[in-house]
């Protein structure tokens, strides 16, 4: 998963890696200021006299990295960014968090550029992703029944995504019930219905065309009543520019008063992601995010610029169509996938 | 529709209007601009750099033609390009034939079958449907249920799980039908077997169309799934789901692009009927502001006769209470007065948002009030004096102040149409040009 954003990455991060060094090759140009006791980041080249400067390249090179050395690497990251579907807003902001933080860098000339380069890179995309969600923890700590309600735009998976985190918990031991709160799209009911007897999970459900609040709400007093761990709540595709759609989202939460809102969406989303996002995230909020599909050779663009746009952690990824294909998100694990060192490089 | 990838593309040429030399630096940056733009909008990358490439090379080096400014070039030239990148339109013929959906998972291959059906049914065509996904619980159940309630048939069976079977079966029983749609399981092009099924699914139907769904949030995923997808069943067509949210389409243009087809559907909203055909041409124009002329007249010779409302003499300026009733008539026939003026040619100069808010149930009570006034006040409503007016609330069982709102209202649409109009009715992009950097 998230293959091609890793060997891309590792691309730019050696061609980082060479124009630093090559700088360095060429020292008194200009382009590389030698600097005395690590204060002279500061300090102009063209102000500091021949001499001092030949004597300071002998004894303590200290090499400081500048825009020019890395500006057309720069750009090629960015390219590979847009080319991944991370959002151009999102973009930006981890191209100026990489450049201030290699510009003005010290570098003594034993050190490794690729380190520098790399860290300067996990920096950015830990920032971004933020830290993960450990939802049995969560369950552990909180009071039983643990109310989860699904939200999200049509078609990005949220029933089939409901049944796997069912089976996900099922398999840690908890009992489960899932609210079938998609009361408008057909044949919704039905396939909830299928899943949960696959999995073997108890569905709470009414007709199609019910009140999806009343729905959930029976859900959790079923709950409630048989001492059960997880309620799950499924809920219809909405487009966050519905305003009677949204109003509607906002009523369930009021009525089944949700522990966690968990919003669901594709990782092959393009710039779309972040704005739908951010409107679920305004109208009704979000507590996590799960992304599904992420089995589709997607290159995890998606995911940096939800966690980015909503500040909110990941908790799972969908990776197929199996009920085990669903992994818990690890940023770290993640991130060190994505810089690691690439068998052919 | 796509109108926010438009908004940031009118930005650019805005800032174009507004320099008083076209350069090499302008247009460099209007290229910059319109990248940025389209990248938003999901397009390909490489696809966009190719296309501002091509606008740039083209603007610096082909000669404007005689009398055109080298503005109007750049413009015309953006316009072509973005044309080019939009492809054709897509032909739907209503004769016998056999349509394959193919898709992603949750792209709306399903809803968009049985809304596809749902066109052909209003066109006259006899048309059945084959439900041949055999792997998502409740498939089968959601077109059927969908199609039920058109009363159009449904060919399948939950209880089978052999695709092809029911494909087989499903053919040989709507014979009869003209028009046969297939609804496959959603899948990517990752995985060999179900590539495969499809490619078998292909070749057992003999389709006539395979027409790929593609999401409108899809990002630059979508270029290399239709490469895929193309590769294995060859497809002619591409429909655009849910761009009634606010994800602009872009990747299903690089679709278009990688299987040298051609967008033939847009579904636009969650009820059956929201399927619309697409034409790049005029949907272009009006993303640049230069009106989809085409469209208005086409669209105002279906609904209404010519002296309902003379567009000609809002267009001089003479505008009076009389043409705002004819207008208020002609709007119910036409739809909502956003419509209408987005499709003029006035470089989408923004209506302040209170003319859109007058909802129709005042358009009624303003042609109630207009009724109470004599033929004199309709032709020249600064005749209108405050007991003329309480005569007209008394005529019309309204308050003096509604009266003087619905003045107000008229004084604003003629302030509008006033700078709008200079033209001399004549299609001036010179001008339009300047309006734009006036804004």
């Known amino acids: ?345 | 529709m796509l109108d926010r990838l438009g908004s940031s593309l009118k930005d650019a040429l805005k800032k174009l209007a507004g320099k008083t030399v076209v350069d090499r630096a302008a247009v460099d940056e209007l290229v910059r601009d319109l990248q940025r733009a389209l990248i938003q909008s999901d397009v390909n990358v490489k696809l966009v750099m190719a296309l501002s490439q091509a606008i740039k090379t083209r603007s610096l080096e082909e000669e404007p033609p005689k009398g055109m400014s080298v503005r109007e070039h750049v413009l015309r030239i953006v316009y072509q390009e973005l044309v080019r990148l939009m492809g054709e339109t897509g032909t739907v013929k209503l004769g016998p034939q056999r349509i394959l959906m193919a898709g992603l998972q949750g792209s709306g291959k399903t809803t968009t079958t049985a809304k596809l059906a749902r066109y052909f049914q209003r066109k006259g065509v006899n048309v059945g449907v084959i439900c041949a996904d055999t792997f998502r619980p409740g498939a089968y159940d959601q077109l059927n249920t969908l199609c039920s309630r058109m009363n159009i048939p449904c060919f399948g069976n939950p209880a089978v799980s052999d695709a092809l079977a029911i494909v087989r079966n499903g053919l040989k029983d709507m014979h009869h039908t003209e028009v046969v749609i297939i609804d496959t399981q959603g899948r990517h092009a990752l995985e060999e077997d179900l590539i495969q099924e499809i490619i078998d699914i292909n070749t057992i139907s003999q389709a006539t169309h395979r027409w790929l769904v593609i999401d409108a949030a899809l990002g630059q995923q979508a270029s290399e799934q239709a490469r895929r997808f193309h590769e294995a069943i060859n497809i002619d067509g591409v429909i655009i789901t849910k761009m009634d949210g606010t994800a602009k389409g872009g990747g299903a243009l690089s679709a278009v692009a990688e299987t040298q087809s051609a967008i033939v559907f847009i579904g636009s909203g969650e009820t059956i009927e929201d399927l619309e055909r697409f034409d790049p041409d005029g949907f272009i124009s009006r993303l640049l502001g230069m009106g989809d002329l085409r469209a208005l007249v086409e669209r105002a010779e279906e609904t209404i006769t010519a002296q309902d409302v003379d567009i000609n003499a809002m267009m001089r300026g003479r505008f009076t209470l009389r043409d705002m009733y004819k207008q208020l008539e002609a709007l119910n026939k036409m739809g909502p007065l956003k419509q209408i003026m987005s499709m003029l040619p006035m470089g989408n100069v923004e209506l302040p948002g209170e003319v859109y808010d007058v909802t129709s149930t005042k358009m009624v009570r303003y042609r109630v009030i207009m009724d109470s006034m004599t033929a004199a006040e309709l032709d020249d409503p600064g005749l209108i004096s405050s007991s003329r007016i309480q005569r007209v609330a008394m005529g019309a069982g309204a308050t003096p102040d509604e009266v003087r709102e619905l003045l107000k209202y008229y004084k604003m649409m003629k302030r509008t149409l006033k700078g709008v109009r200079g033209a001399g009715g004549k299609f001036n992009m010179q001008r339009l040009m300047k309006k734009f950097g006036g804004n």
């Open chain 1, 1 to 345: 998963m998230f293959e091609g954003l890793r060997k891309r990455l590792r691309g730019v991060s050696r061609k980082l890696g060479e124009s630093i060094t090559e700088g360095e090759d060429t020292p008194g140009t200009g382009e590389i200021s030698p600097a005395a006791n690590g204060a002279a980041g500061t300090e102009k080249p063209g102000q500091t006299g021949l001499a001092s400067r030949v004597k300071v390249l002998i004894t303590e090179r200290e090499l400081v990295i500048s825009e020019k050395d890395i500006s057309e690497a720069l750009s090629e990251l960015e390219m590979i960014l847009l080319e991944s579907d991370v959002a151009l807003p999102v973009t930006d902001d981890i191209i100026s968090h990489v450049r201030s933080n290699l510009i003005g860098k010290h570098r003594k000339i034993g050190d490794n550029v690729d380190d520098i380069v790399i860290d300067a890179l996990r920096g950015a995309l830990l920032d971004v992703l933020g830290p993960g969600f450990d939802l049995v923890r969560y369950i552990g700590e909180h009071e039983r029944p643990v109310r989860l309600l699904f939200t999200g735009v049509n078609g990005t998976g949220k029933t089939t995504t409901v049944a796997k985190v069912a089976y996900f918990l099922k398999q840690k031991g908890y009992s489960v019930v899932i609210g079938a709160g998609d009361t408008f799209r057909a044949g919704a009911i039905e396939q909830i219905d299928v899943h949960a007897q696959r999995v073997g999970i108890k569905v709470i459900q009414h007709q199609q065309g019910g009140d999806p609040s009343a729905v959930l709400f029976d859900a959790v007093q079923y709950a409630t009543a048989h001492h059960i761990d997880v309620v799950l709540a499924d809920t219809a595709g909405r487009f966050h520019n519905r305003a009677n759609l949204m109003n509607q989202l906002d009523k369930i939460r009021r009525v089944m008063k949700p522990d966690l809102i968990i919003y669901v969406d594709e990782a092959v989303a393009g710039n779309d992601a972040v704005i739908r996002a951010h409107e679920f995230e305004k109208t009704v909020g979000a507590d996590a995010v799960i992304l599904t599909k992420a089995d589709m050779d997607s290159k995890g663009g998606a995911a940096i610029s939800i966690a980015h746009t909503i500040g909110k952690p990941l908790m799972f990824l969908g990776n197929g169509q199996g009920y085990e294909d669903i992994i818990p998100f690890s940023p770290e694990q993640v991130v060190s996938e994505l810089l690691k060192e690439a068998p052919d490089a």
